[in-house]
């Protein structure tokens, strides 16, 4: 069975920093290509970042996360963990761990094209 579960989320302050991880099984990442999501109260489930090993590995950002949030990926233990630094309340989402068709490299897919979802792990950012 395919499976993504993410842990690590919470409350940060602002300027804070959170490590979200997710770990994955009954795949491999050269199977598929992987990323982070977020859905705040009343908004659509957005791209975050993403993660491709294959045919090498690339990462692409969202323009409001770039150069604050990290992801990386751990090939012998199968996660990712996406690192979040100089957190903003905007930051404040629900974040979702995904998995979808490596063809799309690193660039992250409209949420409808993912394949597999974790369940999701919620972010808080407040003083």
């Known amino acids: 069975e395919v499976q993504l579960l993410e842990s690590g989320g919470g409350l940060a302050q602002p300027g804070g920093s959170l490590t979200l991880s997710c770990a994955a099984s009954?795949?491999?990442?050269?199977?598929?290509?992987v990323g982070w999501f977020r859905q705040a109260p009343g908004e659509r489930r957005e791209e975050v970042s993403c993660?491709?090993?294959?045919?090498?590995?690339?990462?692409w950002y969202a323009d409001p996360v770039k150069g604050r949030f990290t992801i990386s990926s751990n090939d012998a233990k199968n996660t990712i963990t996406l690192q979040m630094n100089n957190l903003k309340p905007e930051d404040a989402a629900q974040y979702y761990c995904?998995?979808?068709?490596?063809?799309?490299?690193?660039?992250?897919?409209?949420?409808?094209?993912?394949?597999?979802w974790g369940q999701g792990t919620p972010v808080t950012v407040s003083s």
């Open positions: 995904a998995a979808y068709d490596r063809g799309w490299g690193s660039n992250c897919p409209r949420d409808k094209y993912v394949q597999i």
């Open positions: 993660l491709t090993v294959w045919p090498r590995t690339s990462m």
């Open positions: 009954g795949f491999t990442f050269d199977e598929y290509a």
